[in-house]
T-cell receptor, first 113, second 117 residues
Framework: AQSVSQHNHHVILSEAASLELGCNYSYGGTVNLFWYVQYPGQHLQLLLKYFSGDPLVKGIKGFEAEFIKSKFSFNLRKPSVQWSDTAEYFCAVVNQAGTALIFGKGTTLSVSS | GEEVAQTPKHLVRGEGQKAKLYCAPIKGHSYVFWYQQVLKNEFKFLISFQNENVFDETGMPKERFSAKCLPNSPCSLEIQATKLEDSAVYFC???????????????FGEGSWLTVV
């Protein structure tokens, strides 16, 4: 079965620092990948997604992610974080059957001002 | 605006009682998904529907959990004889098309917080 690994459980940064959150998936075929964010007390919101084409995907709020097939990775990046980026970040992949998203365990990002 | 509506927001049940959660997908969305999030950890997939038909139920516990999506009614997730370990936030999501469709987005509701005491 597919799985998603997020290496960083909790990341603490100061404002203006650069961010990179790791995500690796297990499935070796055609993949569809997502990053979602969950702000405190809120529901999941889509940051960006990759289906095909340019492996560098740009999303909302200045986030981007790079799909590297050879590394089975889809890391999330942001050049300069803000206090308002404090949230939980979840990487997800469409399962092999194409019937659901499989999520990683999430990374908590804390940004201090 | 577009919103997946989940009710109730909070539900407290004693062990052994029944819990029933509801989800109204966004109008025009044919696919509905249920996820369980325990202690702010990963989202565990439970079940998905295509209209009123079960699409994938591989994540549903074999006992005590059931779900339905009937025409002209909110979808529901029911837990019979709740256990302490069922305490979690249950998220519903909906989408217009299959998850593999490149233009498709899955929208999540705000969740229903179930506490079993």
């Amino acid at each position: 079965a597919q799985s998603v690994s997020q290496h960083n459980h909790h990341v603490i940064l100061s404002e203006a620092a650069s961010l990179e959150l790791g995500c690796n998936y297990s499935y070796g075929g055609t993949v569809n990948l997502f990053w979602y964010v969950q702000y405190p007390g809120q529901h999941l919101q889509l940051l960006l997604k990759y289906f095909s084409g340019d492996p560098l995907v740009k999303g909302i709020k200045g986030f981007e992610a790079e799909f590297i097939k050879s590394k089975f990775s889809f890391n999330l990046r942001k050049p300069s974080v803000q206090w308002s980026d404090t949230a939980e970040y979840f990487c997800a992949v469409v399962n092999q059957a194409g019937t659901a998203l499989i999520f990683g365990k999430g990374t908590t990002l804390s940004v201090s001002s | 605006g577009e919103e997946v509506a989940q009710t109730p927001k909070h539900l407290v049940r004693g062990e052994g009682q029944k819990a029933k959660l509801y989800c109204a997908p966004i109008k025009g969305h044919s696919y509905v998904f249920w996820y369980q999030q325990v202690l702010k950890n990963e989202f565990k997939f439970l079940i998905s529907f295509q209209n009123e038909n079960v699409f994938d139920e591989t994540g549903m516990p074999k006992e005590r959990f059931s779900a339905k999506c009937l025409p002209n009614s909110p979808c529901s997730l029911e837990i019979q004889a709740t256990k302490l370990e069922d305490s979690a936030v249950y998220f519903c999501a909906s989408s217009r098309a299959r998850v593999k469709s490149s233009g498709n987005t899955i929208y999540f509701g705000e969740g229903s917080w179930l506490t079993v005491v």
